[in-house]
């Protein structure tokens, strides 16, 4: 897809970080963008942002409090925003949260949001809307992450989640092909929104150093490198040469990855254990 004048763009998590880089990269290509997320303060603010990065005639952007977790108010919310905004052209799956910890420190309750977020998020607002996209077509693009192909030291809930999230795409793109929808699925690194500020909060000393030697990118080209992805119909999504880099060496040499991380980890340790 190279074309969004006039296309109706939903996008979860769309008040923030990499959704909201992405929504006004939308609104500056023509599209009707129409956000959602929980809290209401940080969406009218955003709307603001949008409107000011795309405000054409007839261009109409909206925002609508949503948490993509609860089921029953996914459905009423979406049947609303269709109602008001129509069928959307793209949805882009965007709302999700990490807090990495150690694995013996992640209550159950943790895991479970998690997977109610980041994974059955994407299933509730998908599940809804493909019976009305298949229509007309259209393109989804769910968001996993480096951590969706890699489990990375620290992220046990979140890896499931975000492995999950890869899984769930490669099933529904092949899918859903059959109904003119594409599937794509956006795997940032370490991307600097306010979501990563909080994550950097709870981060484990071993995630840190492996945190540490990845490069940070910034939102905006996160969203750029999702646009030109879509233009090429790419199903998975890895937007700089690093990530790109470990995708290509995890399938091809894991032992080799993993001996990487493992060190990085074995040296936090060792140092840890030294008396100060
Ligand atoms: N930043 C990174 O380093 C990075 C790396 C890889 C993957 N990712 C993924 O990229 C996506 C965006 O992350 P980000 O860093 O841009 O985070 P962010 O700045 O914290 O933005 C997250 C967005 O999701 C919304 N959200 C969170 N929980 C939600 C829920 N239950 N229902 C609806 N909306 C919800 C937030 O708004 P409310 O809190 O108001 O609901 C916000 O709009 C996430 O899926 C994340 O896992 C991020």
Redesign the pocket.
């Given at each position: 897809m190279k074309e969004f004048k006039d296309k109706v763009v939903y996008i979860?998590?769309?008040?923030?970080?990499?959704?909201l880089a992405f929504a006004k990269l939308m609104a500056g290509k023509g599209a009707n963008v129409v956000i959602?997320?929980?809290?209401q303060q940080?969406l009218d603010a955003a709307l603001k942002e949008i409107y000011a990065a795309g405000s054409a005639a007839g261009q109409k952007h909206a925002c609508l409090p949503?948490?993509?977790?609860n089921r029953e108010q996914v459905k009423s919310v979406l049947s609303a925003a269709v109602a008001k905004y129509g069928v959307p052209d793209v949805l882009v799956n965007?709302?999700?949260?990490?807090i990495p910890r150690y694995f013996e420190d992640i209550s159950y309750e943790q895991f479970d949001e998690t997977q109610k977020?980041?994974l059955y998020?994407t299933w509730n607002t998908t599940s809804i809307l493909v019976p009305l996209m298949k229509e007309r077509g259209g393109y989804i693009v769910n968001?996993s992450?480096?951590v969706g192909f890699i489990g990375i030291f620290g992220y046990t809930d979140y890896a499931a989640a975000k492995f999950a999230v890869l899984g769930f795409s490669e099933a529904l793109r092949s899918e859903l092909k059959r109904h003119n929808i594409t599937v794509s699925v956006l795997c940032?690194?370490?991307?600097d929104?306010?979501?990563?500020a909080?994550e950097n909060k709870t981060k484990p000393p071993e995630t840190k150093a492996i945190s540490a030697s990845a490069s940070l990118m910034k939102?905006a080209d996160v969203a750029g490198a999702l646009l030109k992805g879509m233009a090429k119909k790419e199903f998975i999504i890895i937007p700089n040469a690093d990530g790109r880099f470990t995708y290509i060496m995890k399938r091809l040499l894991p032992g080799l990855v993993e001996m990487v991380t493992d060190s990085q980890a074995k040296k936090v340790q060792q140092s840890m254990k030294k008396p100060a």
């Open positions: 979860t998590g769309g008040s923030s970080g990499i959704g959602f997320a929980r809290r940080v949503l948490d993509v977790a965007c709302a999700g949260r990490a977020v980041d998020g968001v992450s480096i940032p690194p370490d991307t929104t306010p979501g990563f909080v939102p």
